[in-house]
């Protein structure tokens, strides 16, 4: 709709201001995630050629036009966050994890979980041990047990080097394709020589026929069980590799536990960083700003950049997650990152609103109501958690081993 006279004017869209908080939930548009809604999600990206061996969409929180989502294959393959202390990291690291296991089946997408600090650095709450029931997650640990860092470490180089010797010269991309057109075509059959009782061959009809084949060039389509009966080649997911306070394993304070195998750590994550857009493996890291952890090979080739804004006290100031992505490309989106550890009752988003709208303002998205979090009932990960886990026992998804 238009006023009269400016039909070959221009509209300029204008956006809507950020929320002071955000669902994720809300922002996945699982506000009552079930596994129906969840194995529809699987199934698009299945039949999706573009994620081809896997999806990996992470959405961050709510933008001024849309949910903001960093999709680490196409625009990746890394993401770094930066940000002070109580500017909402870990509760971003969350709501990546929950975000890349709604949008992918366990068994074409796995997880990694690291808490840099341990508990003698400062740690404090439960980081992103909360997250270790989605079944996407394949292995957890801390900083606090050097033993089980090199473990992960040389585990994590290992994988790296299988992936290397699978794909060869392929990048993930194309082996995956190569995999399903192999998969759909084989060459024409030549004939068998008959028996001279003028039977099949010891095989039966896959050995011999009543008539010849012919020589012919043309690509015969395989059936599906032959296809099961050939495809040898182990499956290949993807992977990706989250770490909390990766300053803390840059440089570990004095007296930490994990300070005798923070290098390993940190080596294996730089071939990561090096090698993981070829093999299919992706690293989201968390950080203070500034220090050595901008030398770093994880900050120097992320490509994907998140700046979180200091905490701000006052009614009026937006909750911590407050922050802008940066695209490869230079572009700068703000958001508000997505809480998924809030207690939020059911019935918050489907009381209804009436709110003044004026006329400049028509066709803008719909202003976001602000959501008060309860004190009790589960959190949103833990309803998601459960949710995922039964959509993954209805699509018998294979489990996927941990590296350590």
Not at 70 to 81: C, F, R, S
Not at 100 to 129: F, K, T
Not at 238 to 267: K, N, W, Y
């Amino acid at each position: 709709m238009r006023t009269d006279g400016t039909a070959g004017a221009g509209h300029a869209r204008v956006s809507s201001p950020l929320p002071q908080s955000a669902r994720l939930l809300d922002e996945l548009g699982l506000a009552r995630a079930t596994p129906p809604s969840l194995m529809t999600r699987w199934a698009d990206a299945a039949d999706d050629p573009e994620s081809l061996g896997g999806r990996a969409w992470a959405v961050l929180g709510a933008g001024p036009r849309g949910p903001v989502c960093a999709d680490l294959v196409a625009e990746g393959p890394h993401l770094l966050i930066e940000g002070p202390a109580g500017s909402g990291r870990t509760e971003l690291l969350r709501a990546v994890v929950a975000s890349l296991a709604a949008a992918e089946r366990p068994d074409r997408l796995s997880v990694v979980l690291m808490d840099g600090r341990d508990s003698v650095s400062g740690g404090q709450g439960e980081g992103l041990r909360v997250c270790t029931d989605v079944p996407h997650v394949t292995t957890h640990l801390t900083a606090n047990d050097p033993v089980r860092m090199r473990e992960f470490a040389q585990s994590l180089s290992a994988e790296l080097k299988r992936r290397a010797e699978l794909l060869g010269r392929c990048d993930f991309a194309e082996w995956h394709t190569g995999r399903e057109l192999s998969g759909r075509m084989v060459a024409q059959r030549t004939a068998s020589p008959r028996n001279p009782t003028g039977t099949a061959g010891p095989s039966g009809d896959e050995a011999g026929g009543d008539l010849d084949s012919p020589p012919s060039s043309t690509i015969r389509l395989r059936p599906g069980a032959a296809r099961r009966r050939t495809d040898t080649a182990p499956p290949l997911h993807r992977l990706v590799v989250i770490v909390d306070d990766l300053d803390a394993l840059v440089s570990p304070p004095l007296g930490s536990p994990g300070r005798p195998a923070a290098g390993s750590v940190i080596r294996a994550l730089e071939a990561v960083s090096r090698e993981g857009e070829r093999l299919g493996v992706h690293l989201v890291v968390a950080t203070g700003p500034g220090g050595r952890t901008a030398e770093s090979e994880a900050a120097r080739r992320a490509t994907l950049r998140v700046s979180l804004d200091p905490p701000a006290t006052g009614p009026d100031e937006p909750a911590p997650g407050r922050g802008r992505l940066t695209w490869p490309d230079g572009r700068i989106t703000a958001f508000q990152a997505g809480r998924v550890t809030g207690r939020i009752p059911r019935t918050a988003t489907l009381r209804p609103t009436v709110v003044p709208l004026e006329w400049d303002r028509m066709g803008d998205p719909p202003a976001r109501r602000p959501v008060r979090e309860l004190g009790n009932g589960p959190t949103d990960l833990a309803l998601l958690a459960s949710a995922l886990e039964r959509a993954a026992r209805e699509v018998a998804a294979a489990e996927v081993p941990s590296l350590l």
